[in-house]
């Protein structure tokens, strides 16, 4: 066996891992976890500590460097790297492996799943901000909230961990490169220390929360 097939077979096995640990709590839970408008709280909360922090001319562009990372991390993944990649999603019905995973709500998704989109957002997301904010405790809130949507994309069945890694590493390349534009021509310089990095955080706890209980009643 050569070595890519090596690993195809251990993103296989990882995959079942996660997908098969499974109950009605968690499923509930994690499909509402990978939800995208259950979030704009959290979105919310980061806008506002921008604007509380930053003069309203660089919290603008520093918004528009948020949109750009991810548009870009997104972009390519779905519009370049699938089309060539072609790599069936585990719930896809064309893929064999599909008989085996665990289906939540009867969501399968697309037919492509490499790389992750939702990892490469998310990740772009919190690598833009740890760049742009510099303060560990936020950067780790941050880095948990997207690993554990990352997660909830594995447990789902939709992504093997290997679509998630590459999009994981893509959301930092995007973020590594838009920061660095950000710095250059926009010329940002970072206050010394950002002020009510809770709201967010607790934005992002409570949605949580909210969650855990839903699907304890869900």
């Known amino acids: 066996m050569d070595f ?29 976890y990978s939800g995208k408008l259950i979030w704009i709280p959290l979105y919310a909360a980061l806008a506002y500590v921008l604007f509380r922090n930053l003069s309203w ?3 603008l562009m520093c918004l528009a460097g948020v ?12 519009s370049l790297i699938r089309p060539c990649v072609e790599r069936l999603r585990p719930t896809n019905l064309n893929n064999p492996l599909s ?15 490499f790389p992750s989109c939702h990892a490469a957002n998310t990740f772009g997301l919190a690598f833009f ?21 990352c997660y909830s994309r594995a447990y789902l069945g939709v992504h093997y961990p ?5 999009g994981m590493l893509l959301g930092l390349c995007g973020a590594t490169l838009v920061y660095f534009l950000l710095v250059r021509l926009g010329h940002y310089r970072r206050p010394k ?3 009510e990095l809770w709201v967010p955080a607790a934005a992002c706890g409570l949605t949580v929360a909210g969650m855990l209980v839903y699907a304890a009643w869900g």
Do not use: C
């Open 193 to 195: 220390q950002f002020k």
């Open 162 to 166: 290997g679509d998630l890694l590459a």
């Open 67 to 78: 949109a750009l990372t991810v548009a870009l991390a997104d972009q390519v993944g779905a």
């Open 99 to 113: 008989e085996y995973v665990h289906v939540v709500n009867g969501y399968r998704s697309g037919s492509y799943g």
């Open 4 to 32: 890519i097939s090596l690993l195809q077979e251990w993103d296989s096995e990882l995959l079942l891992l996660i997908n098969g640990a499974h109950n009605p709590y968690w499923d509930t839970f994690m499909y509402a």
């Open 129 to 149: 901000l740890m760049f742009l904010i510099r303060q560990k405790w936020f950067t780790w809130v941050m880095m948990a909230w997207a690993a554990l949507t």
């Open 57 to 59: 001319k660089v919290a």
